[in-house]
């Protein structure tokens, strides 16, 4: 069966220092995964997503992911916070059916 | 880029009553788009898949006569909460997924239900 685990529920960091969230995931065959952004009450937002291309990830306002089929993970980066980084950030993986299997969610505190 | 619709963002319900929540596409056909409920602090789980013409694909453990889908059109799909009650309130989210493209899914904005 395929699965998501989010290692860390809440990820504090100063603003202009590196982000890290850590992502494993579980599946049978070559997944498709993706980093959501969910800002309170609101819908969420693509951040980026690998789909067996390259194995580094660019995406939006900065963030970045790699790819690591030995380790089975899939961890978001981000050279330096900004306040407006603070959010949701669910890592999420498409199964064969093309449902999406979502992460426990890490949330990201940013301190002035 | 694809946009996705929901509305209500915000409903309070008296319990007994039901709610509908809209998912639309705006610029896309969606034949598939999927229902999700959040909990505070919690992940998305997802309620059931809705596809346009044909019954909703319910997971394990949603009751699908107290959470009716209906996709009648291209672009709409809609969710009633039938006789509504407090434990029921949450935020649910819509998403729809692109035709032709494997990965390609947009998020509506949610809709916070609240239930009196």
């Known amino acids: 069966a395929q699965s998501v685990t989010q290692l860390d529920s809440h990820v504090s960091v100063s603003e202009g220092t590196p982000v890290l969230l850590r992502c494993n995931y579980s599946s049978s065959y070559s997944p498709s995964l993706f980093w959501y952004v969910q800002h309170p009450n609101k819908g969420l937002q693509l951040l980026l997503k690998?789909?067996?291309?390259?194995?580094l990830v660019k995406g939006i306002n900065g963030f970045e992911a790699e790819f690591k089929k030995s380790e089975t993970s899939f961890h978001l980066t981000k050279p330096s916070a900004h306040m407006s980084d603070a959010a949701e950030y669910f890592c999420?993986?498409?199964?064969?059916?093309?449902?999406?299997?979502f992460g426990s969610g890490t949330r990201l505190l940013v301190r002035p | 880029g694809a946009v996705v619709s929901q509305h209500p963002s915000r409903v309070i319900c008296k319990s007994g009553t039901s709610v509908k929540i809209e998912c639309r596409s705006l610029?896309?056909?969606?034949?598939?788009m999927f229902w999700y409920r959040q909990f505070p602090k919690q992940s998305l789980m997802l309620m059931a898949t809705s596809n346009e013409g044909s019954k909703a694909t319910y997971e394990q453990g949603v009751e699908k006569d107290k959470f009716l889908i209906n996709h009648a059109s291209l672009t709409l799909s809609t969710l009633t909460v039938t006789s509504a009650h407090p434990e029921d309130s949450s935020f649910y989210i819509c998403?729809?997924?692109?035709?032709?493209?494997?990965?390609?899914?947009?998020f509506g904005s949610g809709t916070r239900l609240t239930v009196v």
């Open positions: 690998y789909t067996s291309a390259a194995t």
């Open positions: 998403s729809a997924h692109m035709p032709g493209t494997h990965d390609g899914y947009t």
């Open positions: 610029d896309f056909q969606a034949t598939t």
């Open positions: 999420v993986l498409m199964d064969s059916s093309y449902k999406l299997i």
